[in-house]
C-alpha cells in the first residue's frame, strides 16, 4: 500500500511537470502561428485556413496588397487587428511587420526583390517603397544621407550603423523596436532579425533615420521654417502655403506637406465658399499627434 502510494505521487509528479513543460510552450506556440507562404497560395486561402478574414491577414503582416512570394512568413493572429491610435505608429508598424515577413530569404548583393534576393539597401528600398514611401534605389549611404534624423526611435524606423572614426556607415536595416531590427547584410546569408546587442553590431556607432511618404516633414526641435526651406530647395512662402501657415512660426512635432500632392484626404472644392474651410483643414492636419488635453491651447 505504502508503495503504492509512491508510485501514485510520483506519477502525479510527472504529469505535473510535463503540463506545466510542454503544455506552456504549445500555448505560447499556437497563439502567434508563423505561416510560410507555398507556391501556389493566396491571400484568400491561408486566411481561410486559419479562419480569419483576408483583411485581417494583410492588417497583422503589413501587406500593401494580396501578392505573396513563396517564402513570404505571415503572422497569424485569431484575435482583432487593432492599429495604433496614431497614424505614423500605424505606417510605423506595417513597415516593420511588412519587412519581417521576408525573414529567411536569400542575400544577394545588388538585389532588391523576393525572387533574386536582397541586400540590406535592397530590402530598404522594397520595403519603404511597397508601403508608399517613395524613394529612391540607393546605397546605404544614400538613404542615411536622405533619412530625417530622429533621437527617439519608432517601429518602422531605418536604423544605421556606422563606423565610430570615420562616420563611414557600414550596414541598416528596418527597426522593429527593442533594439531589433530586420536586415539583409553583413553576418548571415539571409534576411534575420538582428539586435544592436549582438557583439558584431555593438562595435559601431548607430542613428536612426525616419521616412515619410510624398515629401512630409516632421519639424525637430531648434528647426525653423528658414532652415527647412533651404534643406528642400522649397520657398517659404510655397511652404506656407501649403500647409496654410499664417506665420513662419513652428512647432516641435508639427507635420509639414511640402510637396503639391496632399495626404489628408479632402478634395479642394473650387467653389469660393469653401476655400477658407480647406486652409483651416490644412492647418490642423499638422498638428495631428499632438496631446490633447482638454480646455489647454497649444504651446
Known sequence: MFNGKIISCMILTLVFMVSFTFLAGLKAEAADPVHTVLTGETVESIAKTYD?????LMKTNGLPDEKLFAGQ????????????IYQW??????????????IGFKKTAGEETPEKGFDSSGLIHWVL???NVPVDRLTVDGFYKQGMDTDTPKTGDIIFFLEKDSLKVVTA????GENQFVNSGYGAETVQVRSTTEDYFAKYQVAYKTYTPKGEHIVQSGETLNSISENYSISMSTIK??????TDELMQG??????SNPLFPFYVNQEAAYDKAYDVIKYAYTLRGFTYVFGEKIQ
Open 52 to 56: 480569419i478574414s483576408a483583411e485581417q
Open 73 to 84: 512568413k505571415l503572422t497569424i493572429i485569431q484575435t482583432a487587428y487593432t492599429p495604433s
Open 89 to 102: 505608429s500605424e505606417r510605423g508598424k506595417k513597415i516593420a511587420n511588412y519587412a519581417k515577413s521576408f
Open 129 to 131: 517603397s511597397r508601403q
Open 173 to 176: 536595416g528596418i527597426y522593429v
Open 241 to 246: 502655403s501649403r500647409n496654410a501657415l499664417r
Open 254 to 259: 508639427q507635420y509639414l506637406q511640402l510637396y
